[in-house]
């Protein structure tokens, strides 16, 4: 194993974070080794003991070369007299960004991580004793035993699905048992411990070590994690792609066991329970195999392609594409040479933010009307996700000003593009609605809220649509018109402002007004979810009203406090 000596000498001007020139003396960084790869193909290097890359033997030893005392020019003289002073410079600067010489990237993550935009990770560090102990305990089956029984569950899974697809869409779109929804979140927490269990265990397994575990925020959203960098040590990629795929088999099992169980049973708690567990792991699944995130779906596609930092190189692929396309930044050599580089980096881009964007208006929806607790709920989440917005858009356009676009091209394209945005947010109406809870109180149905007030003008008159509180849909019951009342205090079923049943369980709300029904009205459940239209207003104010409608009601609560 070849490994960083010490850097003798001062590190000249120009290198850390500084533009590199032909006199810059790059270093290599501390802590960055070199180590043959198993199938003896090439070399892989290692940050603090974690790799990073693979390279060839012809890079191993420039690398090597980068002293501190060496400038770029007499390395390129040595190593690289076919290439130009440009490509050489790239190469050299790829290299500090992937951490491997001085002035790069951070330390590698500790016990407590930052990983931009939306993730923070809390661990351990003695994970490899911890699954060492484990692989211990766990009686050895052959690979191919536990592939055939996973494959036999799925399918009798899949049939039960087929079978109760009318039940599923029910639950999907009707409140669900509170103390059945309590249970599913228990079992869905333990199917996701198992699930990140499987992965550093099939990592232990086939001779890697997990470096780190533990407890994160994933897109806002809590979860539990392993570390199986090492297993890039593994010479054989289909171990690396089933130790990725270890954990989604964990979620998929649980889903069609709970189904199968589900079949078997009759109709209950019980049973809508199970689909709701099943569900809950089906969609665990599904995103965990969305490959432009760093989930699980990412980790099997990188290493079945044997492509370190997949995910890292197209997305400087596609944003070299843009800040070339928008501001006429020099082309820059491919990080990835794939023809899909540039795409499959931009939706790298845009994935994480149609993910967060849609956890937080979900929230916002199961939580609207629910009070002054669930309006500052949402606000949090809401300052959390423009802080770091901007953050990130600041740090990319720093980026772009430092690829060598001018400041007047800079400065000029943003300004259009925010103008352009501006205009087509004035000019595009959209069609705009609050959302209250509903219950019928002695053959009226009077339209709640959780505070004291919505904080939104209600025309009387407006239209209402009635539909179930559901988890990630709601049925349609029916419309009304809305007639406002004077505010009232009453008490509703709990389904009215959640997603949740209980019988005899109510919570006290704020009646604001009542619905007179245009229509049938036979189905209408006791309580449930009503979106009242206000009609089409400019997107710029449709989203400002969405965005500020926690801070209207909390500072309608506080007012009348």
């Known amino acids: 194993m070849t490994t960083a000596g010490p850097r003798p000498g001062r590190r000249r001007r120009g290198d850390g974070r500084a533009s590199l020139t032909a006199h810059s003396c790059p270093s290599l960084a501390a802590g960055v080794a070199f180590e043959p790869t198993a199938e003896g193909s090439g070399w892989l290097a290692t940050v603090q003991g974690v790799p990073t890359a693979r390279l060839s033997r012809a890079v191993v030893d420039l690398l090597t070369a980068m002293d501190g005392r060496t400038p770029v020019s007499a390395l ?57 102990r484990l692989d211990r305990l766990v009686v050895p089956v052959p690979g191919r035993g536990v592939l055939v029984a996973v494959v036999a569950v799925l399918a009798a899974g899949f049939i039960a699905a087929v079978l109760l697809a009318g039940e599923l869409g029910a639950v999907l779109a009707r409140p669900v048992p509170l103390a059945g929804f309590t249970l599913a979140v228990v079992a869905l927490g333990l199917a996701t411990l198992l699930h990140e269990a499987a992965h550093g265990l099939t990592l232990t397994r086939l001779g890697g070590r997990p470096r780190r575990a533990g407890f994160m925020l994933l897109y806002l959203t809590p979860a539990f994690f392993v570390d199986v960098t090492d297993g890039w040590r593994l010479p054989d990629r289909r171990h690396r792609v ?57 980790l099997a596609l990188m290493s079945a392609l044997d492509e370190p930092n997949l995910r890292g190189r197209t997305v400087r692929d596609g944003a070299a594409f843009l800040a070339r396309l928008l501001f006429g930044a020099p082309r820059q050599p491919r990080a990835l040479e794939r023809w899909w580089s540039v795409p499959f980096g931009l939706c790298c881009l845009g994935a994480p933010v149609v993910l967060v964007l849609f956890a937080v208006v979900r929230a916002a929806q199961l939580l609207a009307g629910g009070g002054p607790a669930a309006s500052l709920l949402v606000l949090a989440l809401e300052v959390v996700v423009v802080a770091v917005g901007v953050a990130l858009l600041a740090r990319a356009l720093l980026r772009v000003r430092r690829s060598g676009v001018s400041r007047s091209r800079l400065a000029g394209v943003t300004a259009a593009l925010a103008l352009g945005i501006g205009a087509a947010g004035l ?78 369980a109510s919570v006290a709300v704020t009646v604001v007004a009542e619905a007179e029904m245009t229509g049938e009205r036979s189905a209408l459940p006791a309580a449930g979810q009503a979106r009242v239209d206000l009609g089409t207003t400019p997107l710029w104010q449709a989203i400002w009203a969405t965005v500020a409608s926690p801070l209207a009601a909390l500072t309608s609560e506080k007012e009348r406090g």
């Open 242 to 298: 089933a130790i990725a795929l270890a954990g989604p088999a964990v979620h998929a099992t649980v889903a069609a066991v709970a189904m199968v169980v589900a079949l078997a049973l009759p109709s209950s708690v019980a049973r809508e329970t199970l689909l709701l567990l099943a569900i809950s792991c089906t969609v665990v699944v599904l995103v965990n195999l969305i490959p432009f995130v760093r989930f699980d779906g990412y």
């Open 427 to 504: 000019l595009i109406p959209v069609p705009t609605a609050a959302t209250l809870g509903f219950s019928v109180d002695d053959g009226r149905v009077v339209l709640v809220h959780g505070g004291r007030d919505t904080g939104i003008d209600l025309p009387d008159g407006a239209p209402v649509v009635l539909s179930t509180r559901g988890i990630l849909a709601n049925e349609y019951r029916g419309v009304g018109t809305m007639r406002t009342r004077p505010a009232t205090k009453t008490e509703v079923p709990i389904e009215a402002l959640f997603p949740v049943r209980m019988p005899g």
């Open 76 to 132: 390129q003289t040595r190593f690289a007299p076919g290439e130009t002073d440009e490509e050489v410079l790239r190469l050299v600067a790829r290299f500090r960004d992937n951490g491997l010489l001085d002035g790069g990237a951070s330390r590698p993550p500790g016990r407590v991580a930052y990983r931009p935009p939306f993730t923070v990770q809390f661990a351990t560090l003695r994970a490899p004793a911890l699954f060492a």
